[in-house]
């Protein structure tokens, strides 16, 4: 059977309400490209429809369809992990189920890397959120770029493709967290980014909250760099110095005033401050060592329940495509 020559990876959690609208863009937009392609969905244990529609259009596009489904929610960037281990094509594009990047927009993608990058990322142009939200990416991609000195100008837009060795890189690598557009500029030797459009999402809600943003970014910094540890022990030195003179200006001034009452709130400020900053420095510790903890278990990533396609289909141009249906 030989190989498409694009896979579109989308993970798909809770989307019943949008994916019609997907299914009804997204294949004339790869029908539109010419080019052989399969569409892999990963229902990352939807507990609405999403399921029973992803198979419906898998009857109705066998020959190009292909639906991974979980036994229990494992998170997108697994979701994705998965569809990269089963893709076949040359070129493989990750796309998100909400509609908030066009289909159409894979061309765009597709054409920048035919001039030799192996991987694309994107910028959303008027990005349909809120005015909080977009200002928390800009803060979290300013510290992301500092610390991990990975350069993505936006790291929260998924429409992104890869080539193939790219993909086989990641797939090598057994991370159970991980941040799959980061790890792919570590691996790429011709990364760029365009410009991509974006729309406001065509139902539902968001599937990120803020805490789970936040969260994502300390799997971001953790998983690439250790510079956080080094910036606290180094800030621990400072403090102790500090600490150190500070005590030594309160002994000679008791020599020199005598006993001061007053004195005693400003060292339960001082005292408070640096059980924060102790606090501060466990709970970096402990995200360190609960990556090392969920490393060493060895569990599997994720579970498959089962896997939608027919082993004979890979989706032709559509001058070529002959539709199978039954």
């Known amino acids: 059977m030989a190989a498409p020559r694009l896979s579109v990876v989308i993970p798909v959690y809770n989307e019943e309400a949008v994916l019609p609208a997907l299914f009804a863009r997204l294949y004339p937009a790869l029908d539109a490209l010419g080019a052989?392609?399969?569409?892999?969905?990963?229902?990352?244990?939807?507990?609405?429809r999403s399921a029973a529609l992803l198979r419906g259009q898998f009857e109705i596009r066998p020959d190009a369809t292909?639906?991974?489904l979980f036994n229990g929610n494992f998170g997108q960037h697994l979701a994705i992990m998965a569809g990269f281990e089963a893709s076949r094509g040359e070129r493989v594009v990750t796309l998100d189920a909400d509609l908030q990047n066009p289909p159409e927009e894979i061309a765009k993608l597709l054409a920048k890397m035919d001039e030799g990058y192996d991987y694309v990322g994107s910028v959303r142009l008027e990005r349909q959120d809120t005015a909080?939200?977009?200002?928390?990416?800009?803060?979290m991609n300013a510290v992301r770029e500092r610390i991990t000195r990975i350069r993505m100008t936006d790291q929260g837009c998924m429409l992104r493709a890869y080539s193939r060795d790219i993909v086989a890189a990641i797939n090598s690598c057994r991370e159970v967290n991980t941040f799959i557009p980061a790890l792919a500029y570590t691996f790429a030797q011709r990364p760029?980014?365009?410009?991509?459009?974006?729309?406001?999402?065509?139902?539902?809600?968001?599937?990120?909250?803020?805490?789970?943003?936040?969260?994502l970014n300390f799997d971001l910094v953790t998983a690439f760099s250790v510079m956080p540890l080094q910036?606290?022990?180094?800030?621990?030195?400072?403090?102790?110095?500090?600490?150190?003179t500070f005590v030594i200006v309160l002994a000679v001034?008791?020599?020199v005033v005598g006993p001061e009452a007053e004195g005693v709130f400003t060292l339960f400020g001082i005292a408070f401050?640096?059980?924060?900053?102790?606090?501060?420095?466990?709970?970096?510790l402990g995200e360190y060592v609960g990556r090392i903890y969920e490393q060493v278990r060895q569990r599997p990533r994720y579970l498959v329940q089962a896997v939608?396609?027919?082993?004979?289909?890979?989706?032709?141009?559509p001058k070529q495509r002959q539709i199978v249906t039954g």
């Open 132 to 139: 909080f939200r977009r200002g928390a990416s800009r803060l």
């Open 308 to 317: 939608l396609e027919r082993k004979d289909a890979v989706s032709e141009p």
């Open 231 to 244: 910036l606290f022990s180094l800030s621990g030195i400072a403090i102790a110095l500090l600490s150190v």
């Open 36 to 48: 052989s392609y399969e569409v892999i969905f990963i229902n990352d244990g939807s507990v609405d």
């Open 192 to 215: 760029t980014e365009i410009e991509v459009a974006h729309e406001e999402r065509a139902a539902g809600e968001s599937k990120y909250s803020l805490y789970g943003l936040v969260r």
């Open 253 to 255: 001034r008791r020599l």
């Open 273 to 284: 401050f640096l059980i924060g900053v102790t606090l501060f420095g466990i709970g970096l």
């Open 66 to 68: 292909r639906v991974i």
